[in-house]
């Protein structure tokens, strides 16, 4: 096992292609320091500073099948680890998870359909009927009662309902007004089952998201990261 020194190094992952046919070459750099792991890609850099595609944290929609050809040295499944050390460990001194949840695999990149509700026309027409004050005693009571559901189901900020929304589901005075795509890590387990914002650690109960923690990039990783061969080609700028 190597010693975790500081390192700096560029990298030329293959070519790509634009859509008219234009082929340019994917570069990163690689920086460790003072135990601190940040990595950046370019797309196709130009002497003008731009570039023919992404900069920056391009990690997102890298994909093997987009490359018609690697560097030399690489291959997809060299590709492809190194795409999950970056997801994983870009930053690791701002990370939202602790070193347990990131050991026991949490998967917060899991995407979820997490609904957005709204309240319905029948309760609309009893909160207006209520400022008019044309509610019945009971009819006000029970409007005070179904506010308070709609309030935490629909305008909760932060950690998701307080009140589960199958009630005012089945009592008539919320609907699901929309699905929206988050991530598990985004989404707080009030929201939906599997979302793991704010979810405590069973080892340490920290809670996920709480605060940006360091974690220490794993050896292997940063070995893996230090013997990647070095740019064939001299980009522009990276």
């Known amino acids: 096992m190597k010693t975790e020194k500081d390192f700096t190094k560029i990298v030329r992952l293959g070519t790509e292609t634009t859509g008219g046919g234009r ?8 920086v460790y320091k003072d135990g601190n792991l940040s990595i950046t890609g ?32 690489w291959n ?31 998967n917060t990149g899991k995407e979820l359909q997490v609904p957005e509700y709204i309240w319905t026309d029948a309760f609309y027409k ?11 005693l009971a009819g006000y009571e029970q409007y005070q009662k179904d506010k308070v ?8 900020a932060g950690k998701g309902p307080k009140i589960d929304p ?26 939906h089952p599997e979302g793991l914002l704010c979810k405590p650690c069973p080892v340490c109960g920290y809670q996920y998201g709480s605060k940006w923690l360091k974690v220490d990039v794993p050896a292997d990783a940063l070995d ?4 990647l061969p070095d740019t064939d080609k001299k980009p522009a700028w990276v």
């Open 23 to 30: 082929s340019y070459g994917v570069y990163c750099k690689i």
């Open 42 to 73: 370019v797309e196709g850099p130009l002497r003008s500073g731009n570039c023919l595609g992404a900069c920056g944290q391009i990690v997102m929609h890298l994909k093997a099948e987009d490359f018609t050809s690697f560097a030399p040295g």
């Open 76 to 106: 997809k499944a060299k590709l492809l680890q190194f795409l999950d050390i970056w997801d994983k460990w870009h930053l690791n001194d701002m990370q939202p998870g602790c070193e347990h949840q990131h050991a026991a695999g949490w």
């Open 126 to 136: 009893a909160r207006c009927a209520a400022e008019a004050g044309e509610l019945s």
């Open 149 to 156: 559901i709609v309030g935490d189901i629909c305008f909760t």
């Open 166 to 191: 199958k009630i005012g589901i089945d009592a008539g005075i919320v609907v699901i007004a929309k699905y929206e795509t988050r991530k598990a890590g985004s989404v707080y387990e009030n929201e």
């Open 224 to 227: 893996f990261l230090r013997n």
